[in-house]
C-alpha cells in the first residue's frame, strides 16, 4: 500500500496538490474571515500540521532517494549556492512547502489580529492577498492599516 502512495504522489503530483489545496484556505480568509470554518480550520494549527505531513513526507522522500542534506547549509555561502541549491527538486519542493505554509499562518494571523480591533473585513482582504502572493509585503501592508485601528504603534504585539 505505501508503495502504491509513494508511485502516486511524485513531486510533481504534490507540487500541483499543493497549490491547489492552500487555495479554500486563502478563499475562507479572505472573503469569510469570521465564519466558524475559518476558526476551525483556517486560523487553527490544522492547515499548518497538514503542511508539516507533506513536509515530512517530502523528507522521507528526499532520504529515501539519497539526497545530501547537508548541502543545504551551503546557502550561506552566497547567491551562487541558492541558485545550485534551487536547480535541486527536493530542495525547491521543500522550500515551496516552507513558503506555503508561512505565508498561510501569517494570513491566519491577520485574520484573527484584525478581528481584535474589528477591522473592516474587506480592507483586511487587501493585505491577505498581499501576503498570499508576496508574504512579508502584506504583514507590512497589514501593520500600517492596523495602526489606524489601534490608534498607537507597538511594535511587540
Given at each position: 500500500?505505501f508503495?502504491?502512495?509513494?508511485?502516486?504522489?511524485?513531486?510533481?503530483?504534490?507540487?500541483?496538490?499543493?497549490?491547489?489545496?492552500?487555495?479554500?484556505?486563502?478563499?475562507?480568509?479572505?472573503?469569510?474571515?469570521?465564519?466558524?470554518i475559518?476558526?476551525v480550520?483556517?486560523?487553527?494549527?490544522?492547515?499548518i500540521?497538514?503542511?508539516?505531513?507533506?513536509y515530512?513526507?517530502?523528507?522521507?522522500?528526499?532520504?529515501?532517494d539519497g539526497?545530501?542534506?547537508?548541502q543545504?547549509?551551503k546557502?550561506?555561502?552566497?547567491?551562487?549556492?541558492?541558485l545550485?541549491?534551487?536547480?535541486?527538486?527536493s530542495?525547491?519542493?521543500?522550500?515551496?512547502v516552507?513558503?506555503?505554509?508561512?505565508?498561510?499562518?501569517?494570513?491566519?494571523?491577520?485574520?484573527?489580529?484584525s478581528?481584535?480591533?474589528?477591522?473592516?473585513?474587506?480592507?483586511?482582504?487587501?493585505?491577505?492577498?498581499?501576503?498570499?502572493?508576496?508574504?512579508?509585503?502584506?504583514?507590512?501592508?497589514?501593520?500600517v492599516?492596523?495602526?489606524?485601528?489601534a490608534?498607537?504603534?507597538?511594535?511587540?504585539d
Open positions: 500500500m508503495e502504491q502512495i509513494y508511485t502516486y504522489f511524485t513531486i510533481e503530483m504534490i507540487y500541483l496538490w499543493l497549490n491547489l489545496g492552500v487555495l479554500p484556505f486563502w478563499f475562507t480568509l479572505i472573503f469569510f474571515p469570521q465564519s466558524q475559518s476558526k480550520f483556517i486560523t487553527s494549527i490544522f492547515p500540521f497538514i503542511l508539516g505531513l507533506t515530512g513526507y517530502l523528507l522521507y522522500i528526499s532520504f529515501i539526497y545530501d542534506f547537508l543545504n547549509f546557502l550561506y555561502l552566497g547567491l551562487n549556492e541558492i545550485n541549491l534551487f536547480e535541486n527538486q530542495f525547491l519542493i521543500l522550500f515551496w516552507h513558503f506555503l505554509s508561512i505565508n498561510l499562518f501569517c494570513g491566519g494571523w491577520i485574520v484573527k489580529d478581528q481584535l480591533f474589528n477591522m473592516n473585513k474587506i480592507l483586511v482582504s487587501i493585505p491577505l492577498i498581499i501576503t498570499y502572493l508576496t508574504g512579508p509585503i502584506g504583514l507590512v501592508f497589514y501593520w492599516i492596523r495602526i489606524f485601528y490608534k498607537r504603534i507597538s511594535l511587540y
